[in-house]
């Protein structure tokens, strides 16, 4: 079993609906949690992240976490064309450098 | 300022030939990262620097894997005999000491026929 599970799609959603991706982990001392954005040939870049239980807001996006379930989302709201990547998640041990990542979802929003 | 850069962005290989993929961190970061990633996969943890400190180097698959870094700056990773397996995106990131965040690079995209 992965210590990150991540649904790996596609998914297919038109522009302007409400998106979730989601990630479930087995290792209840991950403190850090992440969600990077890739655009096809791109390096990963970090879109937000979490330290510990609750939710973090920015612009359309928000990313929740809930270690009781070991389970982490981000909502894209009023999805735009430009938000198709592929959405991975990344989860930290606290004093760790090295991410653990999901497998990634890859997300196409149709105009 | 500039970003992680990484070269090349692509190589072609044939089987058992030893490569070099280098990677010029952000000036002044002195964690430094590689990742690999394969076809329709997440990325896996390959080796880490920090400063002067020893690396940590459990993610390496294999002996025929290996790393360097020039003080705080330059990283080469090097991957002897390879093998059709080893065909991925090799990814390197760079932070700032303690940071959380990890600024990657676009990758060398290797192929090893």
Known sequence: ?111 | GAGVSQSPSNKVTEKGKDVELRCDPISGHTALYWYRQRLGQGLEFLIYFQGNSAPDKSGLPSDRFSAERTGESVSTLTIQRTQQEDSAVYLCASSPRRAVEQFFGPGTRLTVL
């Open chain 1, 1 to 111: 079993q992965k210590e990150v599970e991540q649904d790996p799609g596609p998914l297919s959603v038109p522009e302007g609906a409400i998106v979730s991706l989601n990630c479930t982990y087995s290792n209840s001392a991950f403190q850090y949690f992440m969600w990077y954005r890739q655009y096809s040939r791109k390096g990963p870049e970090l879109l937000m992240y979490t330290y510990s239980s609750g939710n973090k807001e920015d612009g359309r996006f928000t990313a929740q976490v809930d270690k009781s379930s070991k389970y982490i989302s981000l909502f894209i709201r009023d999805s735009q064309p430009s938000d198709s990547a592929t959405y991975l998640c990344a989860m930290l041990l606290q004093g760790a450098q090295k991410l653990v990542f999901g497998q990634g979802t890859r997300l196409t929003i149709n105009p």
